[in-house]
Protein backbone atom coordinates (compact mmCIF):
# COMPACT_ATOMS: atom_id res chain seq x y z
CA UNK A 1 0.00 0.00 0.00
CA UNK A 2 1.01 3.43 -0.57
CA UNK A 3 1.27 5.72 2.66
CA UNK A 4 1.21 9.69 2.91
CA UNK A 5 4.94 11.14 3.49
CA UNK A 6 5.33 12.16 7.24
CA UNK A 7 5.65 15.32 8.72
CA UNK A 8 7.02 16.84 11.90
CA UNK A 9 4.14 19.41 12.73
CA UNK A 10 4.36 22.42 15.12
CA UNK A 11 2.20 20.49 17.69
CA UNK A 12 4.52 17.50 17.79
CA UNK A 13 7.53 20.06 18.22
CA UNK A 14 5.95 21.87 20.73
CA UNK A 15 5.20 18.80 22.64
CA UNK A 16 8.41 17.36 22.57
CA UNK A 17 10.79 18.97 24.98
CA UNK A 18 7.78 18.90 27.50
CA UNK A 19 7.48 15.24 26.88
CA UNK A 20 11.01 14.41 26.87
CA UNK A 21 11.21 15.78 30.03
CA UNK A 22 7.98 14.40 31.72
CA UNK A 23 8.89 10.77 30.72
CA UNK A 24 12.74 11.04 32.33
CA UNK A 25 10.70 11.92 35.32
CA UNK A 26 8.23 9.10 34.95
CA UNK A 27 10.60 6.20 34.09
CA UNK A 28 11.92 4.16 37.15
CA UNK A 29 15.48 2.65 37.93
CA UNK A 30 15.76 -0.60 38.23
CA UNK A 31 14.96 -2.00 41.02
CA UNK A 32 17.44 -4.55 42.44
CA UNK A 33 21.23 -4.74 42.43
CA UNK A 34 22.09 -7.34 39.25
CA UNK A 35 19.35 -4.86 36.91
CA UNK A 36 21.27 -1.77 38.73
CA UNK A 37 24.78 -3.30 37.62
CA UNK A 38 23.39 -4.36 33.87
CA UNK A 39 22.04 -0.32 33.46
CA UNK A 40 25.60 0.61 33.52
CA UNK A 41 26.88 -1.05 30.60
CA UNK A 42 27.44 0.77 27.10
CA UNK A 43 24.54 -1.16 25.45
CA UNK A 44 23.54 1.11 23.18
CA UNK A 45 27.35 1.37 21.63
CA UNK A 46 27.91 -1.98 21.54
CA UNK A 47 24.63 -2.71 19.51
CA UNK A 48 25.45 -0.15 16.90
CA UNK A 49 28.53 -1.67 16.65
CA UNK A 50 26.62 -5.06 15.99
CA UNK A 51 24.45 -3.23 13.95
CA UNK A 52 27.59 -2.20 11.93
CA UNK A 53 29.04 -5.60 11.87
CA UNK A 54 25.64 -7.03 10.47
CA UNK A 55 25.51 -4.51 7.58
CA UNK A 56 28.82 -5.84 6.10
CA UNK A 57 28.54 -7.93 3.33
CA UNK A 58 29.03 -11.42 3.64
CA UNK A 59 31.04 -12.98 0.41
CA UNK A 60 28.25 -14.42 -1.81
CA UNK A 61 30.20 -17.84 -1.42
CA UNK A 62 29.75 -18.57 1.98
CA UNK A 63 26.76 -16.74 2.47
CA UNK A 64 24.50 -20.15 2.76
CA UNK A 65 26.91 -21.18 4.98
CA UNK A 66 26.90 -18.38 7.53
CA UNK A 67 22.91 -17.69 7.34
CA UNK A 68 22.88 -21.79 7.59
CA UNK A 69 24.46 -22.08 10.79
CA UNK A 70 22.69 -18.61 12.11
CA UNK A 71 18.99 -20.68 11.17
CA UNK A 72 20.64 -23.89 13.34
CA UNK A 73 21.00 -22.03 16.34
CA UNK A 74 18.19 -19.55 16.20
CA UNK A 75 15.97 -21.72 14.60
CA UNK A 76 14.70 -20.25 11.35
CA UNK A 77 12.10 -22.12 9.21
CA UNK A 78 14.52 -22.04 5.36
CA UNK A 79 10.96 -23.49 3.81
CA UNK A 80 9.70 -19.69 4.30
CA UNK A 81 12.76 -17.57 3.27
CA UNK A 82 11.42 -15.60 -0.21
CA UNK A 83 15.36 -15.63 -1.54
CA UNK A 84 17.81 -17.93 -1.94
CA UNK A 85 20.34 -17.20 1.02
CA UNK A 86 23.05 -16.13 -1.40
CA UNK A 87 20.96 -13.16 -2.57
CA UNK A 88 21.02 -11.34 0.94
CA UNK A 89 24.26 -9.11 1.23
CA UNK A 90 24.34 -9.17 4.64
CA UNK A 91 23.42 -10.37 7.91
CA UNK A 92 21.42 -7.22 8.28
CA UNK A 93 19.39 -8.14 4.91
CA UNK A 94 19.00 -11.46 5.96
CA UNK A 95 17.65 -10.33 9.66
CA UNK A 96 14.78 -8.28 7.57
CA UNK A 97 14.31 -11.42 5.20
CA UNK A 98 10.09 -11.46 3.88
CA UNK A 99 8.43 -14.48 3.61
CA UNK A 100 7.35 -16.42 0.26
CA UNK A 101 4.00 -15.19 -0.53
CA UNK A 102 1.56 -17.62 0.93
CA UNK A 103 3.70 -18.45 4.19
CA UNK A 104 0.89 -15.97 6.16
CA UNK A 105 -2.70 -16.20 6.15
CA UNK A 106 -4.95 -13.46 7.59
CA UNK A 107 -7.53 -14.84 10.10
CA UNK A 108 -10.76 -13.57 8.02
CA UNK A 109 -12.89 -13.64 10.84
CA UNK A 110 -10.90 -12.49 14.37
CA UNK A 111 -11.29 -9.10 15.43
CA UNK A 112 -7.63 -8.75 16.13
CA UNK A 113 -4.69 -10.39 14.84
CA UNK A 114 -1.01 -11.52 15.85
CA UNK A 115 1.21 -8.57 14.49
CA UNK A 116 4.30 -10.93 14.22
CA UNK A 117 5.82 -14.06 14.77
CA UNK A 118 6.59 -15.08 18.21
CA UNK A 119 5.43 -16.30 21.95
CA UNK A 120 3.08 -14.23 23.74
CA UNK A 121 4.31 -13.36 27.53
CA UNK A 122 1.41 -11.21 28.77
CA UNK A 123 -1.85 -9.87 27.95
CA UNK A 124 -5.14 -8.68 29.59
CA UNK A 125 -7.17 -5.80 30.54
CA UNK A 126 -4.99 -2.86 31.87
CA UNK A 127 -4.95 -3.32 36.09
CA UNK A 128 -6.88 -0.37 37.52
CA UNK A 129 -6.81 1.62 34.38
CA UNK A 130 -2.75 2.16 34.44
CA UNK A 131 -0.70 -1.26 35.00
CA UNK A 132 0.20 -3.35 32.24
CA UNK A 133 1.73 -6.85 33.29
CA UNK A 134 5.37 -7.66 32.60
CA UNK A 135 5.56 -10.85 34.28
CA UNK A 136 3.47 -12.12 37.38
CA UNK A 137 4.23 -9.99 39.73
CA UNK A 138 6.18 -6.64 37.89
CA UNK A 139 4.36 -4.50 35.77
CA UNK A 140 4.17 -0.93 34.62
CA UNK A 141 2.38 2.25 33.95
CA UNK A 142 0.51 3.89 30.59
CA UNK A 143 2.55 7.05 31.83
CA UNK A 144 6.05 5.04 32.30
CA UNK A 145 5.01 3.15 28.77
CA UNK A 146 3.36 6.05 26.71
CA UNK A 147 4.70 9.29 27.94
CA UNK A 148 3.18 11.63 30.92
CA UNK A 149 0.03 12.55 29.28
CA UNK A 150 -1.13 8.65 28.18
CA UNK A 151 -4.87 9.22 29.53
CA UNK A 152 -4.84 12.68 27.59
CA UNK A 153 -3.74 10.53 24.28
CA UNK A 154 -6.02 7.81 24.89
CA UNK A 155 -8.65 10.35 25.28
CA UNK A 156 -7.93 12.36 22.29
CA UNK A 157 -7.69 9.14 20.26
CA UNK A 158 -10.91 7.81 21.31
CA UNK A 159 -12.65 11.22 20.12
CA UNK A 160 -11.31 10.80 17.31
CA UNK A 161 -12.24 7.07 16.13
CA UNK A 162 -15.59 5.81 15.39
CA UNK A 163 -16.55 4.63 18.76
CA UNK A 164 -16.24 8.83 20.57
CA UNK A 165 -17.09 7.58 23.82
CA UNK A 166 -15.15 5.35 26.74
CA UNK A 167 -19.18 3.94 27.27
CA UNK A 168 -18.64 0.50 27.62
CA UNK A 169 -15.32 0.03 26.72
CA UNK A 170 -12.30 -1.32 28.38
CA UNK A 171 -8.28 -1.29 27.63
CA UNK A 172 -6.34 -4.40 27.22
CA UNK A 173 -3.28 -5.07 26.39
CA UNK A 174 -0.85 -7.97 24.75
CA UNK A 175 2.86 -8.70 25.25
CA UNK A 176 4.41 -10.91 22.42
CA UNK A 177 8.42 -11.42 22.50
CA UNK A 178 9.88 -11.92 19.08
CA UNK A 179 12.91 -14.45 19.40
CA UNK A 180 16.17 -13.96 17.07
CA UNK A 181 15.39 -16.84 14.42
CA UNK A 182 11.69 -15.43 13.89
CA UNK A 183 10.65 -13.53 10.97
CA UNK A 184 10.92 -9.88 12.25
CA UNK A 185 8.27 -8.09 10.20
CA UNK A 186 5.77 -6.05 12.19
CA UNK A 187 1.96 -5.92 10.76
CA UNK A 188 -1.10 -4.00 11.24
CA UNK A 189 -3.09 -6.24 13.73
CA UNK A 190 -6.34 -4.19 12.99
CA UNK A 191 -7.61 -2.09 9.98
CA UNK A 192 -6.67 1.10 11.87
CA UNK A 193 -5.79 5.08 11.68
CA UNK A 194 -2.01 5.94 13.20
CA UNK A 195 -1.68 9.36 14.17
CA UNK A 196 1.42 9.84 15.94
CA UNK A 197 4.55 7.98 16.43
CA UNK A 198 6.60 8.70 19.74
CA UNK A 199 10.04 7.63 20.01
CA UNK A 200 11.19 7.30 23.53
CA UNK A 201 15.66 6.31 23.40
CA UNK A 202 15.31 4.66 26.68
CA UNK A 203 18.06 1.80 27.08
CA UNK A 204 18.70 -1.20 25.07
CA UNK A 205 18.57 -3.79 27.98
CA UNK A 206 17.97 -7.86 26.89
CA UNK A 207 14.45 -8.60 26.71
CA UNK A 208 15.16 -12.21 27.06
CA UNK A 209 12.89 -14.33 29.49
CA UNK A 210 15.23 -13.74 32.49
CA UNK A 211 15.91 -10.18 31.68
CA UNK A 212 11.96 -9.47 31.54
CA UNK A 213 11.65 -10.94 35.48
CA UNK A 214 15.48 -9.11 36.37
CA UNK A 215 14.42 -5.87 35.40
CA UNK A 216 11.27 -3.41 36.35
CA UNK A 217 10.16 -2.00 34.47
CA UNK A 218 11.65 -3.33 31.41
CA UNK A 219 9.55 -2.76 28.35
CA UNK A 220 9.48 1.17 29.61
CA UNK A 221 12.93 1.45 30.25
CA UNK A 222 13.94 0.32 26.80
CA UNK A 223 14.57 2.31 23.71
CA UNK A 224 10.88 1.55 21.92
CA UNK A 225 8.71 3.11 18.97
CA UNK A 226 4.99 3.62 19.53
CA UNK A 227 2.49 4.13 16.82
CA UNK A 228 -0.99 5.87 18.43
CA UNK A 229 -3.95 6.35 16.91
CA UNK A 230 -7.49 4.79 16.66
CA UNK A 231 -9.18 2.29 15.34
CA UNK A 232 -13.15 1.55 15.39
CA UNK A 233 -13.74 0.68 18.75
CA UNK A 234 -11.27 3.64 20.19
CA UNK A 235 -7.46 3.73 21.16
CA UNK A 236 -4.93 1.93 19.52
CA UNK A 237 -1.36 1.46 20.67
CA UNK A 238 1.59 -0.96 18.73
CA UNK A 239 4.66 -0.28 20.43
CA UNK A 240 7.91 -1.98 19.11
CA UNK A 241 10.65 -2.42 21.97
CA UNK A 242 14.04 -2.67 20.92
CA UNK A 243 16.58 -4.72 22.79
CA UNK A 244 20.13 -5.47 22.99
CA UNK A 245 21.45 -5.75 19.37
CA UNK A 246 18.18 -4.50 18.23
CA UNK A 247 18.04 -0.55 18.38
CA UNK A 248 17.46 0.13 15.35
CA UNK A 249 13.33 -0.58 14.26
CA UNK A 250 12.71 0.62 10.91
CA UNK A 251 8.78 1.99 9.54
CA UNK A 252 7.88 1.10 6.41
CA UNK A 253 5.51 4.22 5.86
CA UNK A 254 8.14 6.68 7.29
CA UNK A 255 12.15 5.53 6.45
CA UNK A 256 13.08 8.92 7.81
CA UNK A 257 12.20 7.79 11.21
CA UNK A 258 15.64 6.53 12.90
CA UNK A 259 16.59 4.95 16.04
CA UNK A 260 19.43 4.06 17.87
CA UNK A 261 21.55 7.10 17.07
CA UNK A 262 23.84 8.91 19.36
CA UNK A 263 22.49 11.14 20.99
CA UNK A 264 18.93 10.89 19.96
CA UNK A 265 16.24 12.54 22.73
CA UNK A 266 12.48 12.02 22.61
CA UNK A 267 10.55 12.45 19.38
CA UNK A 268 7.13 13.23 18.76
CA UNK A 269 6.04 12.74 14.40
CA UNK A 270 2.47 13.60 13.60
CA UNK A 271 0.64 11.64 10.47
CA UNK A 272 -2.34 12.25 8.28
CA UNK A 273 -4.58 9.27 6.70
CA UNK A 274 -2.12 6.81 7.74
CA UNK A 275 -4.39 4.00 7.16
CA UNK A 276 -3.03 0.43 7.14
CA UNK A 277 -5.34 -2.08 6.57
CA UNK A 278 -5.19 -6.06 8.37
CA UNK A 279 -1.69 -7.77 7.34
CA UNK A 280 -0.11 -4.07 6.23
CA UNK A 281 3.69 -4.38 6.72
CA UNK A 282 4.19 -1.57 8.84
CA UNK A 283 7.76 -1.58 10.38
CA UNK A 284 10.25 -4.25 10.70
CA UNK A 285 12.91 -5.03 14.02
CA UNK A 286 16.31 -5.55 13.27
CA UNK A 287 17.44 -9.17 14.95
CA UNK A 288 13.73 -9.67 17.15
CA UNK A 289 12.22 -7.77 20.03
CA UNK A 290 9.15 -7.30 21.48
CA UNK A 291 5.70 -5.94 20.50
CA UNK A 292 3.22 -4.34 22.72
CA UNK A 293 0.03 -3.61 21.94
CA UNK A 294 -2.52 -1.62 23.74
CA UNK A 295 -6.81 -0.96 22.70
CA UNK A 296 -9.62 -0.38 23.57
CA UNK A 297 -12.54 -2.77 23.25
CA UNK A 298 -15.95 -3.66 24.52
CA UNK A 299 -16.37 -7.20 26.25
CA UNK A 300 -13.10 -8.99 24.08
CA UNK A 301 -12.07 -12.28 24.82
CA UNK A 302 -8.34 -13.44 24.18
CA UNK A 303 -7.85 -16.73 22.65
CA UNK A 304 -3.99 -17.46 23.26
CA UNK A 305 -2.33 -18.63 26.35
CA UNK A 306 1.00 -17.21 27.80
CA UNK A 307 4.20 -19.00 26.73
CA UNK A 308 2.03 -19.89 23.06
CA UNK A 309 3.53 -19.38 19.79
CA UNK A 310 1.88 -17.22 17.33
CA UNK A 311 2.25 -16.56 13.71
CA UNK A 312 1.24 -13.11 12.07
CA UNK A 313 -2.30 -13.15 10.74
CA UNK A 314 -3.31 -15.71 13.71
CA UNK A 315 -6.04 -14.47 15.78
CA UNK A 316 -5.67 -13.03 19.30
CA UNK A 317 -9.10 -13.04 20.53
CA UNK A 318 -12.56 -11.33 19.50
CA UNK A 319 -15.39 -9.21 20.53
CA UNK A 320 -17.64 -11.12 22.21
CA UNK A 321 -20.49 -8.85 20.80
CA UNK A 322 -19.65 -9.17 17.34
CA UNK A 323 -19.61 -13.24 17.44
CA UNK A 324 -23.20 -12.89 19.25
CA UNK A 325 -24.53 -10.56 16.49
CA UNK A 326 -22.82 -13.09 14.15
CA UNK A 327 -24.24 -16.30 15.53
CA UNK A 328 -27.63 -14.66 16.02
CA UNK A 329 -27.55 -13.37 12.34
CA UNK A 330 -26.12 -17.32 11.18
CA UNK A 331 -29.58 -18.51 13.22
CA UNK A 332 -32.40 -16.12 11.08
Known amino acids: MQFPEAEVTQFGVAKTSREKQAAQK ?27 MT ?25 EVELPLS ?29 VDGRVLTFGEVFEGKYIEQVKGCRFTLEEFLGSDAAELIKRQREESPAHNSAGKKLFYCVIYLAPGDYHGVHSPVEWT ?10 LF ?70 PKRGDCIAFFNFGSTVVLLFEAPDFSFHISKKERVKMGQSLGEIQSNRANASSRGRQ
Open 26 to 52: HIKPPSNFLASMLSRLPTRALSRAWGY
Open 55 to 79: ALEVPNMIRPVVYGLYGAVFGVNFS
Open 87 to 115: DYASLSTFFRRHLKPGSRHIHPTADLVSP
Open 194 to 203: IKEARHFPGD
Open 206 to 275: SVSPLAVQLIEPLFALNERLALNGHWQHGFFSLTSVGAFNVGSINVEFDPSLQTNLEGQTYTEVAYEEVQ
